[in-house]
């Protein structure tokens, strides 16, 4: 069954350091891929998408992710951890049946530690 | 201001009464989308709709139902026949992507749903 994963529930960095959050996605087809960013108690903003265009995608806040399609993966990237980069971030996947669908992952949960 | 609005961003119900959770946007988006989201998990699909007047089961739909009358309104009705229903509520809307058939989806805040 198509799916998505995301390494690691929970991750902490410093201020300043390196973000990494992991994707893993199944697709028997070209898929598309989001990354969504969620705050406590609101609903989910979008950061960044895959479309089969550049493989390297920038999004907003100085995020940015890489499809690697050797490896499934899609995994999203910032240089320098801010304080208001703690949150809670989703990737997605297009169905493979229907692009009018995505299927989520279970979310990481990003800490940033002054 | 375009957008969605969900209300209320909060709500209370006894166990067995049947509760509606309004959507609305001003996106002029033909789809719709309702998930739920539990803590620690991601968002499951309940129900969507791709136009006025048509909408499919998403994989929990049992317990659930909708309408879609307006292009701008998706309201969902959480019935009693719900075992589980406290949980958070996102509707979202979707325009297909200019690069593709998918569907970029924007989401709307939230309700959060408690039942006693």
């Known amino acids: 069954a198509q799916s998505v994963t995301q390494l690691g529930s929970h991750v902490s960095v410093s201020e300043g350091a390196l973000v990494l959050l992991r994707c893993n996605y199944s697709s028997s087809v070209p898929p598309y891929l989001f990354w969504y960013v969620q705050y406590p108690n609101q609903g989910l903003q979008l950061l960044l998408k895959y479309t089969s265009a550049a493989t390297l995608v920038k999004g907003i806040n100085g995020f940015e992710a890489e499809f690697k399609k050797s490896e499934t993966s899609f995994h999203l990237t910032k240089p320098s951890a801010h304080m208001s980069d703690a949150a809670e971030y989703f990737c997605a996947v297009s169905e493979e049946t229907s692009y009018d669908k995505v299927i989520f992952g279970p979310g990481t949960s990003l800490s940033v530690i002054p | 201001d375009g957008g969605i609005t969900q209300s209320p961003k909060y709500l209370f119900r006894k166990e067995g009464q049947n509760v509606t959770l309004s959507c609305e946007q001003n996106l002029n988006h033909d789809a719709m989308y309702w998930y739920r989201q539990d803590p620690g998990q991601g968002l499951r699909l309940i129900y969507y709709?791709?136009?006025?007047?048509?909408?499919q089961k998403g994989d929990i739909a049992e317990g659930y139902s909708v309408s879609r009358e307006k292009k701008e309104s998706f309201p969902l009705t959480v019935t009693s026949a719900q075992k589980n229903p406290t949980a958070f509520y996102l509707c979202?809307?979707?325009?297909?992507?200019?690069?593709?058939?998918?569907?970029?989806?924007?989401f709307g805040p939230g309700t959060r749903l408690t039942v006693l």
């Open positions: 709709s791709q136009i006025v007047n048509d909408f």
């Open positions: 979202a809307s979707g325009m297909p992507l200019l690069a593709g058939p998918v569907n970029e989806q924007f």
